[in-house]
C-alpha cells in the first residue's frame, strides 16, 4: 500500500479504523492498462495492481503452473545428501522413521512422506509428539527409542533446531535427515545426515517461503529423480501430484505467503482435493458438512482446526494417521474422532475466551489501559491458548497473551501481534532478560514459558519496550480497501474471476470491497453469535451479508443501530451454495455512516 488516501472519506469506521485506498496512482494506473489491455474486470485488475502484479505479468498469474513455477530441488542446500540417503533407504529395505510436528503442517508433511514410502513396500512409522508431555520438536529420549526401530529417521516441518536430539539419535545408530522450514536458532546441528531448509543462511534457493510440506515435495521429487537414474523404470514411481491436496492443505493451515510455488501448491491441490482420492480428506470434509466444492476457505477454517483437534487435547498422531488411510470406513472412524475432538474444543475455548475477555474488560473497551494484554488462569488449557490470545488481539487491536499455568507454578503461554509490532523480539528480550523461562517466535506469533512469581515483571517489561509503538499502531490502524462494487455488480461470473487472482492469504491478502451507499434492510443474530444482514443499493438490488462472531461486538452493535440506513459496508466477497443454487454472499468487516 503505497498511499494514505481516505477512501470514501471514511476516518473512523465502527470498528475504529479509517479505511484507506490499497493502491496509490502508479498502482491504480497499472490496474486500469490492465483492464484495457487483458480484458480483466476493473475491479480485479485493481486486486492484482494492488498486490504488486506488474502489467505483463497478469495472464500468467491468473493462470499459476508447476511447470513454471517449480525450482530445481537439488537448489536447496544439501538437497542432494538428502535424497540419496532417502532413496538409498529405499533400495536397502530399511525401516524409516517420521518425526514430525503435531500441526496441520505436521501432519501432512508426515503422510506425504509416509505414502511415499508405503508406496516402495518401505516399514514406515509415524511419530508425532505430545503437545504438553514433550512440547514442540525431537527431544533425545523419543529419538533413542525411534533408533531402535528404524537405522534412518526423517524429521519434518521440525528438528532445524534440535541438535541435542539428534546427537542422542545418531549415537543410537540412526541417520537423521531434516527437512524443515523453520527459522535457525543458533548452529545447526552437526550430526545431522543432511538439512533441507530453505530457510538456513547458506541456502540461496529463494524458496524460504515454502511450509514443511513443500520441502518433503520437492525432497521426493529429488528421490524419485535419484531412483529413476538408479533402477531405471523396475519400480514405478508414486503419483506425487496426487498428493498435492496435503500440500495445499499445509500451505494454507501454516499460513506461509502465497506467491509463487504456494500459489500453484494451492490452487492444483484444492483441484486434488475435489476429486476426493484421500480417503481421510474425504471423510474430513463429510462430518465438516462441506456441501459444496472444497476451497481454500474450507481448509483454512473447517478441516485444518479439526486435524489440529488432536494435536490441541487429543492424541496428537490422529491426523496424520487418518492422511494416510485408504480405508474409507476408518478413515471415516478417525474424522468423526477429530469432530468431536474440535467439538469439545470448541466448547473450552469459548469458556476460556470469556474468562479471559472479563480478565481484560477494561482494556478491551478503551483506548487506554496496557499496550500488551497479558491474561492468565490455573484452569487453561495449554493447548488452547494460542487461539485465546489470537482472539483477544482481534478484539483489543493490540498484542496478546494468554497463559496456562500448571499445579507447579509454570506458565504455557502465546502470543498474538498486530501488523507493525514484532512480537518474537520482544520475547526474545525477556529470555535475555531472565523474565521467562524460555521464548520464542517471529514478528506475528510467539511461545513463552514463564514461573508465576516473574508476572509482574515481565508485564511491566513489555510496557516499557512497547507502549510507545503499540500506541501508534494502533492510532494509525487502518482498514486497506481495493475498490467498490454494487449489490447489482457482486455476480457469480465476477467472484470466479476474481479468485482465480488468489488464492488469498498470508502475504496475498483478501479483496477487501466497500458496498457504499447501501441501505440495511435486515439485520438479526444468527447461529454463534454471527450477524446476518440484507443490504440493497440505490437500484433496489439486494445481497445478503454475514458478520462473523459480530454479536455484542462494536461492529454488530453498529449494525443494530443503522437498522434502515444507508451505509458504506466493507467486506469480502463470497459464494453462498444452497439447495443446488450458487449465490454471492457479502462477508462484512467493518462498516461506516455514509455522509
Request: contains cysteine.
Amino acid at each position: 500500500m503505497t498511499s494514505e488516501r481516505l477512501f470514501l472519506g471514511v476516518g473512523q469506521s465502527a470498528t475504529g479504523l479509517k479505511w484507506v485506498d490499497r493502491l496509490g496512482q502508479r498502482e491504480a494506473n497499472i490496474a486500469l492498462a490492465m483492464a484495457q489491455n487483458h480484458g480483466f474486470p476493473d475491479i480485479v485488475t485493481r486486486v492484482l495492481a494492488g498486490r504488486g502484479v506488474g502489467l505483463n505479468d497478469a495472464p500468467a498469474f491468473m493462470e499459476p503452473t508447476l511447470k513454471s513455477l517449480m525450482p530445481d530441488p537439488a537448489s536447496l542446500t544439501d538437497m542432494t545428501q538428502a535424497a540419496n540417503r532417502i532413496a538409498g533407504a529405499i533400495r536397502a529395505h530399511e525401516n524409516v522413521a517420521i518425526f514430525g510436528d503435531y500441526d496441520v503442517d505436521g501432519a501432512c508433511s508426515s503422510a506425504i512422506l509416509s505414502r511415499f514410502l508405503t508406496h516402495y513396500g518401505i516399514t514406515n512409522r509415524i511419530y508425532i509428539p505430545d503437545r504438553i508431555f514433550e512440547g514442540y520438536g525431537p527431544n533425545p529420549s523419543a529419538m533413542q527409542e525411534l533408533a531402535k526401530q528404524a537405522s534412518l529417521i526423517v524429521t519434518v516441518d521440525c528438528g532445524t533446531n534440535s541438535a541435542a536430539a539428534i546427537d542422542a539419535a545418531k549415537a543410537a545408530g540412526a541417520d537423521v535427515v531434516v527437512l524443515d522450514h523453520h527459522q535457525v536458532g543458533g548452529d545447526l546441528p552437526a550430526a545431522a545426515h543432511a538439512i533441507v531448509n530453505p530457510n538456513r543462511e547458506d541456502d540461496l534457493s529463494g524458496q524460504g517461503h515454502l511450509c514443511a510440506a513443500g520441502v518433503v515435495f520437492l525432497t521426493l521429487v529429488q528421490v524419485s529423480r535419484v531412483l529413476r537414474e538408479q533402477q531405471g523404470k523396475l519400480i514405478p514411481p508414486p503419483d506425487l501430484l496426487s498428493m498435492l491436496d496435503l500440500v495445499a492443505l499445509a500451505t494454507i493451515c501454516d499460513v506461509v505467503p502465497l506467491k509463487e510455488l504456494n500459489r500453484a501448491f494451492v490452487v492444483k491441490g484444492v483441484l486434488v482435493a475435489r476429486s476426493q482420492q484421500n480417503a481421510g480428506l474425504a471423510a474430513l470434509a463429510r462430518v465438516s458438512r462441506i456441501g459444496e466444492p472444497l476451497n481454500a476457505f474450507h481448509f483454512a477454517y473447517l478441516i485444518g482446526p479439526r486435524i489440529n483437534a488432536g494435536g490441541r487435547i487429543g492424541d496428537a498422531g490422529l491426523g496424520a494417521r487418518l492422511l494416510t488411510i485408504d480405508d474409507p470406513d476408518q478413515a471415516m472412524q478417525i474424522a468423526e474422532e477429530l469432530d468431536r475432538l474440535n467439538q469439545e474444543r470448541q466448547a473450552m475455548e469459548t469458556i476460556m475466551l470469556e474468562q479471559a475477555e472479563a480478565e481484560a474488560m477494561v482494556e478491551l473497551s478503551s483506548a487506554s489501559g496496557p499496550a500488551i494484554l497479558v491474561t492468565a488462569s490455573d484452569d487453561w488449557h495449554p493447548g488452547i491458548v494460542g487461539l485465546i490470545a489470537a482472539r483477544l488481539k482481534e478484539r483489543a487491536r493490540r498484542p496478546a497473551f494468554a497463559i496456562a499455568f500448571n499445579a507447579n507454578g509454570t506458565g504455557s503461554g502465546s502470543g498474538r501481534s498486530i501488523n507493525g509490532f514484532d512480537l518474537g523480539k520482544l520475547v526474545r528480550g525477556a529470555v535475555e532478560r531472565g523474565l521467562l523461562v524460555k521464548g520464542g517466535g517471529h514478528g506475528m506469533a510467539a511461545g513463552i514459558t514463564v514461573e508465576r512469581e516473574k508476572m509482574g515483571a515481565l508485564r511491566a517489561f513489555f510496557e516499557e519496550q512497547s507502549a510507545e509503538m503499540v500506541g501508534q499502531l494502533r492510532d494509525n490502524a487502518s482498514l486497506a480497501i481495493d475498490g467498490a462494487l454494487s449489490a447489482a455488480g457482486a455476480t457469480v461470473p465476477l467472484y470466479e474471476t476474481m479468485e482465480k487472482a488468489g488464492p488469498f492469504g498470508s502475504g496475498h491478502p483478501q479483496p477487501v470491497l466497500v458496498l457504499p451507499h447501501h441501505r440495511l434492510i435486515d439485520v438479526r443474530t444468527v447461529g454463534t453469535n454471527h450477524v446476518k444482514a440484507t443490504l440493497a443499493g440505490a437500484d433496489g438490488k439486494r445481497i445478503n451479508a454475514i458478520a462473523f462472531r459480530a454479536a455484542g461486538s462494536a461492529l454488530g452493535d453498529f449494525l443494530f443501530n443503522q437498522l434502515g440506513q444507508s451505509m458504506h459496508v466493507a467486506g469480502n466477497l463470497a459464494l453462498n451454495h444452497w439447495n443446488g443454487s450458487t449465490t454471492t454472499q457479502f462477508r462484512i468487516l467493518d462498516a461506516a455512516k455514509a455522509t
